[in-house]
Nanobody, 120 residues
Framework: VQLQAFGGGLVQPGGFLRLSCAAS????????MGWYRQAPGKQREMVASITRGRSTKYADSVKGRFTISGDVANNAVYLQMNSLNPSDTAVHYC???????????????WGQGTEVTVSS
């Protein structure tokens, strides 16, 4: 199973970025997908998630600025990040809760991380 994340970069405060993530490989199904981030010296935190039924959840710090979308059934998720500020600077990781076979439980899988830097 591989999760490939794209779209990070350097942006000025007030700018925007769009992150993309696609899951590939052999697995039975995905329950939900999401984005987490880890800033230097801080713990990894949930940014946004979306379920197979398209229910979404956001961290309070990004509500109204970020939008998660995608099609979990087709193994893809996106994160539109608007009104970025320096506190959003972090490595952003794609996450998928999936099971590889019908007999296996749900487990978390992680992408390689894409760096987002907000600076003037």
């Amino acid at each position: 199973v591989q999760l490939q994340a794209f779209g990070g970069g350097l942006v000025q405060p007030g700018g925007f970025l769009r992150l993309s993530c696609a899951a590939s490989g052999s697995f039975f199904g995905i329950n939900d997908m999401g984005w987490y981030r880890q800033a230097p010296g801080k713990q990894r935190e949930m940014v946004a998630s979306i379920t197979r039924g398209r229910s979404t959840k956001y961290a309070d710090s990004v509500k109204g600025r970020f939008t998660i979308s995608g099609d979990v059934a087709n193994n893809a998720v996106y994160l539109q990040m608007n009104s970025l500020n320096p506190s959003d600077t972090a490595v952003h990781y794609c996450n998928a809760q999936l099971r590889r076979t019908v007999a296996e439980g749900w487990n978390d899988y992680w992408g390689q991380g894409t760096e987002v830097t907000v600076s003037s």
